[in-house]
């Protein structure tokens, strides 16, 4: 639990920056953070018994419409039970959550989308916060969530957990309660701040709205450029190849000899958000927030760190916070056993 004797500082912007691409050169990084994956060329890492069993249990792979826009949607458990719909981080796509849901889905009817521009889902002129918010409600709806007697509960980790948070104080009357995995605001100090952009503009292979993501020729090779945002350690490199496995597709190569590797988001995407809906939401400070609020977070997370700083932060002082031990901000990488522990827990006795 954090000390709430003090009230949280006024937030005067939200930018989100956690898990944006950032570039970084070679050996800027440590290898295992620059390129988890490299060393297994391609084969698949070691899998323990519990995760073999989770992705065993394959969801109903589906498409909801939204505003125009075929949202991929996965889903696990009966129609009729208590509703959870679960947000990944940017980037990234419904997958992140599917060695997860399985050990929910005893209990509830589970959906996972994939935000507008990632996964499957179809890409977007813009990106907006209320859009993602209209995305999450046609989701719930479309899956059954909310036909086990209650409104669904929202889970969303880091950029997905803005978008729950986002929805939380807009629309509360279409959710039960929300769940926050190590969602942050704010972005990284000024001169952090600089220096992406100076890098960015220096690498060249880093995507732009002009210039499309690279395609690689072989797995191997798209493999072993995947790394998590903000950079880190993966806690689990058998969670990490499973994740970067389902952010791949098929895409013709530069060359035109044939085909090859490119990942799946937008690559554009974060210049075409308008953050202008959660600007507004924050700018006086902390905004009202109807529904009961959690957050669970890893310990050693970098979102703590600066929040312990004294880095602006919009979350209600009064929520409910659970850390996960040795746990990073990939909560579901790092410690996923425990993530499904504490989610198990919580939801038992909460909200009341």
Do not use: C
């Amino acid at each position: 639990m954090t000390d709430q004797t003090k009230p949280p500082p006024a937030v005067a912007a939200a930018e989100f920056e956690d898990d944006r691409p950032v570039p970084s050169k070679p050996g800027e990084l440590p290898p295992e953070v620059q390129a988890p994956l490299a060393p297994f060329k391609g084969e698949k890492p070691p899998t323990p018994a519990w995760f073999d069993d989770a992705i065993a249990q394959a969801p109903e792979r589906s498409f909801v419409t939204s505003l125009g826009t075929q949202i991929e949607v996965l889903t696990w458990g009966q129609v009729g039970k208590p509703g959870l719909l679960l947000v990944h981080g940017n980037s990234a796509h419904a997958d992140w959550w599917s060695f997860i849901a399985p050990y929910l889905a005893e209990d509830y009817r589970v959906a996972s989308m994939s935000l507008a521009g990632m996964g499957a889902s179809d890409w977007r002129e813009t990106y907006a916060f209320q859009d993602f918010a209209e995305d999450a409600e046609a989701v719930a709806k479309a899956t059954g969530l909310y036909e086990g007697g209650r409104k669904p509960i929202y889970i969303g980790h880091s950029f997905g957990g803005s978008q729950v948070f986002y929805a939380a104080s807009r629309h509360p009357e279409r959710m039960a309660a929300a769940v926050l995995v190590d969602t942050g605001f704010g972005g990284p100090p000024p001169q952090a701040r600089e220096e992406m952009e100076r890098r960015m503009e220096q690498v060249r292979n880093i995507p732009t709205p002009d210039r499309p993501k690279r395609v690689y020729a072989t797995l191997e090779q798209a493999l072993s450029r995947f790394r998590f945002m903000p950079p880190q350690a993966a806690g689990n490199l058998f969670v990490a190849d499973f994740i970067a496995r389902k952010s791949l597709k098929r895409a013709p190569l530069e060359d035109g000899s044939g085909e090859g590797w490119t990942w799946m988001f937008d690559p554009a995407m974060w210049n075409k958000l308008d953050r202008s809906a959660m600007t507004a939401l924050v700018t006086e400070g902390p905004p009202r927030v109807e529904v009961p609020v959690a957050h669970l977070h890893g310990e050693q997370s970098q979102v703590i760190a600066r929040r312990q700083d004294g880095r602006p932060n919009p979350l209600p002082a009064d929520m409910i916070e659970i850390a996960i031990p040795n746990a990073n901000h990939h909560v579901m990488v790092d410690q996923p056993l425990a993530l499904v522990a504490a989610l198990r827990a919580l939801l038992k006795v909460w909200p009341a």
